[in-house]
């Protein structure tokens, strides 16, 4: 199990950071409706990688940020949404107060499209006054060649890899029974509507729709944890060739 930052007392704290650890990662995303999986998609699955990944990274995981920029989706029963100044003004003092308690490098997983904007600001303001790196990972985006390759498909919101990544998470967060195809539009570029016509949005005719195979979904899951962890160990290994 990973080092929990919420679960070290502050005397434990003082003794791993920095001398022993100096990167966190801080798991970032929205409630938000997703098809069939659970309001908290865009926050488990991040947390899930950030759990995977965190030990062989040397990486104190951090608690969660669940509330983000919710967009098209907000009318959906349950959404939940903050402004953009709000969210990136909170942001930045989390990202700040991480890098003022001695953590150098600050790895945010984001779960969730609608603020990567404030997330790149955010980035920017902590290295530039705190001097600290930071990496931003879009894990869907980062991991979409590799959806492709692995179910043949692109994915989509509360789509294909979405779901997949929620029923390798927790199956019970998944609910089937309650799937209807027609559930699911397809993204028109060049249309912007309110609220967006469906909780499960697909990127090209005919792919992404969700797939209810649980033994292909932690395959998946498997695959895009590991390369989560090798670009962010590339990243990391550059950071030190550079001596920035």
């Known amino acids: 199990m990973p080092l929990k930052l919420e679960d070290l007392n502050w005397m434990e704290f003082k003794e791993l950071v920095p ?3 100096d990167t966190v990662i801080l798991p970032v995303g929205t409630i938000e409706a997703h098809g069939v999986t659970n309001l908290g998609t865009d926050v488990s699955i991040p947390v899930f990688i950030g759990e995977k990944i965190a030990d062989d990274l040397k990486a104190i995981l951090a608690p969660p940020i669940y509330y983000g920029i919710t967009r098209t989706l907000y009318s959906y029963p349950g959404s939940l949404t903050v402004s953009s100044p709000v969210f990136e003004s ?3 003092e989390i990202m700040f107060s991480l890098a003022d308690k001695g953590f150098s490098r600050i790895l945010v997983i984001n779960g ?3 603020h990567i904007d404030e997330l790149r ?4 303001k902590t290295h530039r006054d705190k001097n600290a790196k ?3 990972i879009h894990w869907w985006i980062l991991c979409e060649e590799l959806t492709k390759k692995f179910f043949g498909e692109t994915g989509g919101h509360a789509g294909l890899d979405e779901n997949a990544a929620v029923l390798a998470i927790d199956r019970d967060l998944v609910k089937k029974r309650r799937y209807k195809k027609d559930m699911a539009y397809q993204h028109k570029s060049g249309v912007y509507s309110l609220p967006g016509p469906g909780s499960i949005i697909i990127n090209k ?4 729709y969700p797939n209810f195979d649980e033994k292909k979904a932690k395959a998946y899951m498997n695959k895009v944890v590991k390369k ?3 670009d962010i160990s590339e990243i990391f290994e550059r950071w030190e060739q550079m001596k920035l």
């Open 112 to 114: 969730h499209g609608g």
């Open 228 to 230: 989560i962890k090798d």
């Open 90 to 92: 909170y942001l930045t």
């Open 121 to 124: 600001d955010a980035a920017m």
């Open 205 to 208: 005719k005919g792919e992404g």
């Open 134 to 136: 930071v990496a931003v």
């Open 19 to 21: 001398e022993k650890i």
